[in-house]
């Protein structure tokens, strides 16, 4: 069973930064893309980021630039650097596994207002 825990949201004001965690653990998850997604009320769940087993990263286009996804495999971290955050960024970020994800975590809820 693959647990994926995430961590790091939180409110910050427009033009600010956050960090999102995503802990794996269990089995089933070696050798699967982990990936970032965000739903807003009211949008469907949409993609922002995902790093595949082999290194290669890949981003939605509209978060390229502001956001960096990147891993520590040694405790099976993922992490989402978020800058110059926007209130439309405003969401449930996700972490997933796979792709498409197989496995989802219970999702860490980002505000942006001033």
């Known amino acids: 069973q693959v647990k994926l825990v995430e961590s790091g949201g939180g409110l910050v004001q427009p033009g600010g930064s956050l960090r999102l965690s995503c802990k794996a653990s269990?089995?089933?998850?070696?050798?699967?893309?982990r990936g970032w997604y965000r739903q807003s009320p009211g949008k469907e769940r949409e993609f922002v980021a995902r790093i595949t087993d082999g290194g290669r990263i890949i981003y939605a286009d509209s978060m390229r630039g502001r956001f960096t996804i990147s891993r520590d495999n040694a405790p099976n971290m993922v992490f989402l650097q978020m800058n110059n955050l926007e209130p439309e960024d405003a969401a449930v970020y996700y972490c997933g596994a796979g792709y498409p994800p197989q496995y989802w975590g219970q999702g860490t809820q980002v505000t942006v207002s001033s």
């Open positions: 269990g089995n089933g998850f070696r050798g699967l893309s």
